[in-house]
Nanobody, 120 residues
Framework: QVQLVESGGGLVQPGGSLKLSCVASGSFSRINAMEWYRQAPGKQRELVAAISSGGNTHYADSVKDRFTISGDNAKNTGYLQMNSLKPEDTAVYYC??????????????WGQGTQVTVNS
């Protein structure tokens, strides 16, 4: 079982920055990947960025060159640095991890979400 705690959301003006954190705890062997999703009111949840345990990254076109995903394997923590924020980035941001359990099962676990509001 994995527990995820997200933090770092808040209210920021357009052009500003925020850094989200996602800390994983519980009983698991390893984190294989971490993903950040977001869901705006009335819209479907969308993948924003992903990072593998090997450091390979993927970004949605809408956030390329503005957002940076990173991870600290030793701390079981992932980050999403968000720069040049726009009003359309307003959403609840969710962290998801893909983990391998001690008995070699693989499963996903979601965080509770953190609100990001970009508004002047």
């Amino acid at each position: 079982q994995v527990q995820l705690v997200e933090s770092g959301g808040g209210l920021v003006q357009p052009g500003g920055s925020l850094k989200l954190s996602c800390v994983a705890s519980g009983s698991f062997s390893r984190i294989n990947a971490m993903e950040w999703y977001r869901q705006a009111p009335g819209k479907q949840r969308e993948l924003v960025a992903a990072i593998s345990s090997g450091g390979n990254t993927h970004y949605a076109d809408s956030v390329k060159d503005r957002f940076t995903i990173s991870g600290d394997n030793a701390k079981n923590t992932g980050y999403l640095q968000m720069n040049s924020l726009k009003p359309e980035d307003t959403a609840v941001y969710y962290c998801k991890v893909k983990v391998t359990s001690w008995n070699s099962n693989q499963f996903d676990s979601w965080g509770q979400g953190t609100q990001v509001t970009v508004n002047s």
